[in-house]
């Protein structure tokens, strides 16, 4: 059983990373509504959780769970497989899936950085005005990816339930949205550069972008 997750780990660093860096924004139909999203996890059945931060990107939040899952796996596959009563192939299969789909996507960060910089650089505004747009131009860049994540995974999560029976289906279904609720209310923080206003976003534009010059 280990050796054969060993495998999978191999696979999973061996397998190429897409970049998103040469896709340009685009807009998206049946995007994710963050505040709907966000609420509808919290009031969903299951013990109460108190809020601390929840930071999380809802598009992000099944990839963060699917994640999660796979590095149970790689630690402690026979626990997995009881909890998801699953076979050793189905689980495998599992863990494949979800390792090529981690290594399929990437955040692109720079890419977002370079769209921010493009932005600032391009712009003929001054002040306040031209850090906005700049701050606008990062937002709009990284929306476009976070949005393409969460198309990907709902894809993903299509590809694990397909194989599994009417008893592994449901408890499946019961783990993502434990865990769901959980990275919800966690405070879990995603990384990124700080562009939230222009107090905040300003440095963040002075650092990535005056030092391009």
């Not at 009031?43 to 796979?70: C, K, Y």
């Not at 149970?72 to 495998?92: G, H, K, Y």
Request: aromatic content about 8%.
């Amino acid at each position: 059983m280990r050796k054969s997750f060993g495998i999978a780990i191999l696979l999973m660093v061996m397998f190429p990373v897409l970049s998103q860096d040469n896709l340009a924004p685009q807009d998206i139909d049946d995007v994710i509504d963050s505040k709907t999203r966000i609420e509808s996890i919290r009031q969903s059945e299951g013990r109460a959780l108190n809020v601390i931060a929840p930071t999380i990107a809802p598009e992000e939040i099944d990839r963060v769970v699917l994640n999660r899952l796979m590095q149970q796996i790689a630690r402690d596959p026979d626990t997995v497989r009881a909890q998801l009563e699953v076979s050793d192939e189905q689980l495998q299969d599992i863990f494949i899936t979800i390792s090529n789909a981690r290594n399929f996507v990437n955040n692109s960060e720079m890419a977002n950085v370079r769209a921010m910089c493009r932005a600032f650089n391009d712009s003929e505004l001054q002040g306040d005005a031209r850090i906005q747009k700049a701050l606008d131009a990062y937002k709009a860049r990284a929306r476009f990816t976070t949005n393409f994540i969460a198309r990907y995974y709902r894809i993903v999560l299509a590809n694990v339930e397909v194989g599994l029976s009417d008893v592994s289906f449901t408890l499946f279904n019961e783990y993502m949205e434990d865990r769901r609720r959980r990275m919800a209310n966690a405070g879990t923080v995603t990384w990124g550069v700080v562009v939230e206003n222009i107090s905040s976003g300003t440095e963040s534009v002075e650092f990535h972008c005056r030092r391009q010059n």
